[in-house]
Structures are given as structure tokens and as C-alpha cells.
């Protein structure tokens, strides 16, 4: 009898083990997923209220675009109103498909060639971002010149505070878009790495 009790006590404590191992892979397992979330939860703060600034500006251009009387000015206004409007959006797209990434489900190889494409993407993104962003200013400058003082800057000759403004802006930009770039880098590294804790 006591080895029968035995036995069926040491099932019982066998099926408690397993029980309390499963339960702990499982909270593991949450707290990895929540902290792979918050890495890009800032990221997309940022990226959402830099989105809401370019769409009020595009509403801006667009109401405006009838003082654009030349076909340069009005190609500006275009060139304008697709990088206000795609990049923002093809950027915050990309960040809700990286961050909702279920890290639970599915195996980890598959997990992390999707997260691996998503954020070769993200970062080409930025990378893109940054290149358009430059050459945005030369497009972007006359067409606010034009709505909001009336004056096209193709016709006039640039002032020198206004060389000043426009290298200062300039290296202003590259510092800025360094960082950023860097954090972007930061963030994706780290975030791959907790993936990678997973195996």
C-alpha cells in the first residue's frame, strides 16, 4: 500500500512539475512578447505624430495648389504631396507589421524570416526617407515660398541669410537623420536579438 501511495505521489508531484514548467514557458514567453512590442511602441509615437504633421501639411499644399501657376511649381506641389503622403504611410504600415509580429505562434525560423524581411524594409525605408528628404528640400521650399509669400524662387536669386538658412537647415538634417537612423538600427538589433533568445 505505501508503495502504491508513493507512486501515485510522486505522479501527482511529476504532473505539478510539468504544470508549473509549462505555466513559466508561458509567462516567459508573454514577457518576451511585451518586450518586443515596447521596443518599437516609442518608434511608432514618433512616427504617428510625424505623419499627422505631414498629412496637415499635404492638406495645406492641397488646398493651396491653385497659387501653384507654373507646371514646375504645380510638379513641386506633386513631388510634394507624394512624400508627405507615401513615405509616412508605407513607414507606419511597416512598423505595425514588425511590431505585430506574434512571436507565440508559429515557428521560430519562420518568426524570424519575417521579422528579418520586415526590418530590412523598415530600414530601407528610413534609408529612403532620408535621400528624398534632402532632395525633398528643393522641391518642398518653393512650393511653401510660393503659398505662403506669393514669391517663386526659381525667378528670384537667393538671398545670403537665406544660403545661411538653407546649410544650416541642411546640416541640421544630417545630424538628425544620423540619429535617428542609428536608433532605428538600435531598436531592430535589439529587438532581433530578444527574437533570438527564443530558440
Not at 507654373?70 to 507606419?92: E, H, K, R
Request: charged share 20%; proline share 1%.
Amino acid at each position: 500500500m505505501e508503495i502504491e501511495e508513493l507512486q501515485s505521489a510522486w505522479t501527482k508531484m511529476s504532473d505539478e512539475l510539468d504544470q508549473q514548467k509549462k505555466l513559466t514557458n508561458k509567462i516567459i514567453l508573454d514577457m518576451t512578447k511585451q518586450k518586443y512590442q515596447n521596443k518599437f511602441t516609442t518608434i511608432t509615437k514618433y512616427e504617428s505624430l510625424g505623419a499627422l504633421v505631414c498629412f496637415a501639411i499635404a492638406l495645406f499644399v492641397i488646398f493651396n495648389f491653385n497659387k501653384l501657376d507654373t507646371w514646375y511649381l504645380q510638379a513641386c506641389g506633386a513631388f510634394t504631396l507624394l512624400f508627405l503622403i507615401v513615405l509616412p504611410v508605407s513607414v507606419l504600415s511597416t512598423l505595425k507589421k514588425i511590431k505585430n509580429i506574434d512571436i507565440l505562434n508559429g515557428s521560430y525560423k519562420e518568426n524570424l524570416k519575417v521579422y528579418v524581411h520586415t526590418k530590412n524594409r523598415l530600414l530601407r525605408l528610413q534609408q529612403i526617407g532620408i535621400v528624398v528628404g534632402f532632395i525633398g528640400l528643393f522641391f518642398i521650399v518653393p512650393v511653401t515660398s510660393k503659398i505662403i509669400s506669393n514669391k517663386n524662387v526659381f525667378l528670384n536669386s537667393l538671398k545670403t541669410e537665406q544660403i545661411i538658412t538653407l546649410t544650416i537647415t541642411l546640416v541640421a538634417m544630417a545630424f538628425f537623420c544620423n540619429w535617428a537612423y542609428k536608433g532605428y538600427k538600435k531598436i531592430t538589433r535589439s529587438a532581433q536579438e530578444l527574437l533570438q533568445d527564443l530558440e
